[in-house]
Structures are given as C-alpha cells and as structure tokens.
C-alpha cells in the first residue's frame, strides 16, 4: 500500500478515532487503526468490540492495500508534522513508513487479518434522524447514565421511536434525565412501529462528539445485534445493550403541588458558591424554602458552612429539601432557557426541574431528595 494525504484532512479523521480506542487493551489489534487504500480515497477503521467508526478522507492512492497502524501513536505523529502532504507506504513484511517534508518515520504493524470484522448497514431501511435534535438530546441525559458496571441495564440511555416523535432517557437512579422531540421534517414512521433499545455510554460520548453544527440529518439503522448511525461519511457502530430499561414513567411524580422559578443563572452561581463548603462525599445543600425567599446553605464540619439567599415568588408552606449540589449543576448547565422551575411536594418525594419556554423539545429532571 502507498498513498498520500493531506495532513489536516488525515489529522481531522484520526482525531474522532481517539475517544474508541482504548488505552489499556489486552487485544494488540485493538489499538491499530485499519487504513484501506482504494480508488480516490483512504478509508479508516477502529473498534473496542463495542462501539466502532468507520471514516474515510480523500487521498491519492499510488497503490492499493490495506495496513493497520498504532492509532495514537499515527495521531500524534500527524499532528506534530507540518501543514503539508504526508506519505504512508509500506516497508517491509511487518514495517510502514510515515513521511512529510523532510521527517521519516517507519512504524511497526500488525497483520491486517487480525482485525475484527465488523457489520455494515443495510442498504435499506434506514431511518432519518435530525442531527441537532439528536445532539441536543444527547447532551441533556448522558450525563444521568451510571457507571456502576454492576447495573448493566442503567449503563445507557433509553432512545424510544414512536412515529413522528423520539425520546431519550437516562437515569443512575438517584435522578432520570427525559427528553421528548419532535422529529421535525425528518420522516415519520408508522404509528404502531415503535421502536426501544439502549444507547451505550460510550456510544452517546461518541455520537455528540461527531454530531456538528453543519449535519441537518443522520440515518440510523436498528440491526439484529448492532446500532448504525450514518453521518455524512462517517459510519459509527455500536453493539445494543441486551437488557431491559426501567418503567420511568413511574418515577416521574404527578402530585408535585408546590413550584418556584429561578433565574437560571442565578441559581447556578449560588449553588456553586455555597456548594464549595458542602460536604465533599455527599456535596450536599440544603434549600431552606418560605415565602419569598430561598435560602441554600451547605456545612462541613472539617470546613465550615455557606449561605446565600435568593428572592423568589413563593407563597405555600415552608419546606426544606435537601439536593445533591452536582446533580442540580448538570441539569442548569445542560439548559439554555433563562428560567428553571422547581416542582416538589414534600421533603421526601422525588423533585422536578424543568426548563422555561424551551421550545422544540421537553425536559423533564427528576431528582430524589437526600436525608436531612
């Protein structure tokens, strides 16, 4: 195999492949990326066996082949080099040579038919997604995931397809991020068609990284054993989470009687300010609410305690909640409206936080209430 490419252009692709490979493999072949010379262009591939990218960029193949190589290591060299053209050929049985300008660099590889064989989608049947929907999405419930492995089926979120409407869900227990979209000029599908299954963590972490500004539509394939989601010449795949999602329209409360609205961020800033003596296991703060007035303290007895007031528009029973300082800020910094609303009922019912005149799509936050 020998080809030439343009460096930003093999840089910008290797870039999006860092997120999949692993630093620490017990498989070698996990930690190559397979580049495949052919036609006008070099395309590229990366796996963990659970989620996988295929890309491509244009090159000018002198001859054609295919090669694996270090994917960090080819990243690192490519993004020291200088913005010009870069050769990659083969030197040798087990040998492949990087030059531009005047740096040479000859790599170790390994053989091509160590890699792993991955699906491709169907030709047919692929459903069309808004990308900005989606991202939007994305990034208002990913952060709700657990990482405790031992709950296998909180490990993703929940995307639900349901005619002209999807919804993602996410939830580690303590708290379920959902959101509701419409799917806009993207398509619709049959009314009794719907469609479940869990995204992966490591799939969502990947999907918003190659989700941009300039992507109006993906097309997303539901496989036997494999998710695929096409976007614009990038082909992410994913195995599915064999499992089944908790029932989380139980969760969600109904009787929560009582509400506050806050200026977002002004209740982002206090939190972060008052969070700072919390408790740094529990990072726990308290929201001391009467009429008028909100006040959040938080108090370490290694530290010390803090305490900020804010004015609100509340006439109903005094109240004291009791929330995890971290799991507010996720959800404050994952809308953009200039007001949130607080629902609750009583000290030990789940609470809501919901955005104010978000438009497109509804958020629904429910956090359960620590111990006083």
């Known amino acids: 195999m020998e080809l030439v490419v343009r460096k930003n ?16 493999n017990t498989i070698p072949i996990l930690s190559n990326v397979l580049l ?35 994917a960090k290591k080819l990243f690192e060299i490519v ?28 790599m170790q590889t390994l053989p091509r038919e160590d890699f792993p064989t991955l699906p491709n989608p169907e030709t047919k049947g692929a459903i069309p997604l808004p990308a900005a929907t989606l991202r939007e999405m994305v990034a208002k419930t990913q952060f709700a995931i657990t990482g405790e492995d031992t709950r296998y089926f909180l490990n993703g979120a929940l995307f639900v397809l349901d005619g ?35 995204f992966p963590k490591k799939t969502l972490s990947e999907l918003s990284r190659l989700l941009t500004d300039d992507d109006k539509e993906i097309k997303y394939q539901h496989g036997e054993n494999h998710l695929f989601f096409e976007i614009n010449k990038r082909v992410l795949i994913s195995r599915m989470i064999d499992a089944q999602f908790p029932a989380y329209e139980r969760v969600i409360p109904k009787n929560n009687d009582k509400t506050i609205e806050f200026e ?36 370490s007895p290694e530290v010390g305690e803090a305490r900020e007031e804010l004015a609100v528009d509340y006439n109903n029973d005094k109240v004291q909640l009791c929330f995890n300082a971290q799991y507010m800020l996720d959800f404050l910094s994952a809308v953009e409206t200039d007001n949130v609303r607080l629902e609750f009922k009583d000290e030990t019912s789940q609470a809501v936080m919901r955005p104010v005149g978000a438009e497109g799509y509804d958020y629904t936050y429910v956090i359960m209430p620590m111990r006083i």
Do not use: W, Y
């Not at 492949?17 to 692993?22: H, N």
């Not at 591939?45 to 002198?62: F, I, N, P």
């Open 264 to 299: 977002r961020d002004r209740l982002t800033s206090a939190i972060k300010r008052v969070a700072l003596l919390s408790n740094e296991r529990s990072r726990a703060v308290k929201f001391q609410i009467d009429t008028g007035i909100v006040e959040i303290t938080a108090n």
């Open 9 to 24: 252009d093999l840089l910008h692709e290797l870039q999006l492949f860092q997120g999949i490979i692993e630093r620490k």
């Open 36 to 70: 495949e010379a052919k036609g006008k262009e070099v395309c590229l591939l990366a796996t963990d066996l659970e989620v996988a990218l295929r890309s491509r960029c244009a090159a000018k193949v002198l001859k054609g082949g295919a090669l694996t190589l270090p």
């Open 164 to 198: 002209s409407q999807m919804t993602l869900v996410a939830t580690d227990g303590h708290r379920l991020a959902l959101v509701l979209a419409d799917r806009g000029k993207s398509g619709k599908s049959k009314k009794d068609d719907t469609r479940r299954v869990i």
């Open 79 to 106: 993004r020291a080099l200088p913005d010009t053209d870069i050769k990659i050929s083969e030197e040798g049985q087990n040998g492949v040579k990087v030059s531009a300008d005047r740096f040479e660099s000859r």
